[in-house]
Nanobody, 118 residues
């Protein structure tokens, strides 16, 4: 049984920081590329940052220089360090895993709300 659980969301003031975590179970973690997505009210879900099984990273232009994605294969976790947060970063953040070794598979977490407001 595959499970992805996000944590770390909450209310943060503009300019503040927040660290999201995604914990996986039931999978061979190193077989997966991973990513953080977000969806704001009335908008489509969008890619925020991605990290391959080998550790290569990609960022949306809107978060470059502010967000950092990382993963710990031993602990089966992925993190998103968010700094200099803006109101427009308010969204539900989801982790996604895409299997790149063996049979194709995609898994999503349930999401965690991040609200940037004073």
């Amino acid at each position: 049984h595959v499970q992805l659980v996000e944590s770390g969301g909450g209310l943060v003031q503009p300019g503040g920081s927040r660290r999201l975590s995604c914990a996986a179970s039931g999978i061979i973690f190193s077989f997966y590329d991973m990513g953080w997505y977000r969806q704001a009210p009335g908008k489509q879900r969008e890619l925020v940052a991605a990290i391959t099984s080998g550790g290569s990273t990609t960022y949306a232009d809107s978060v470059k220089g502010r967000f950092t994605i990382s993963r710990d294969n031993a602990k089966k976790t992925m993190q998103l360090q968010m700094n200099s947060l803006k109101a427009e970063d308010t969204a539900v953040y989801y982790c996604k895993m895409i299997r790149v070794v063996g049979p194709a598979a995609v898994y999503w977490g349930q999401g965690t709300q991040v609200t940037v407001s004073s």
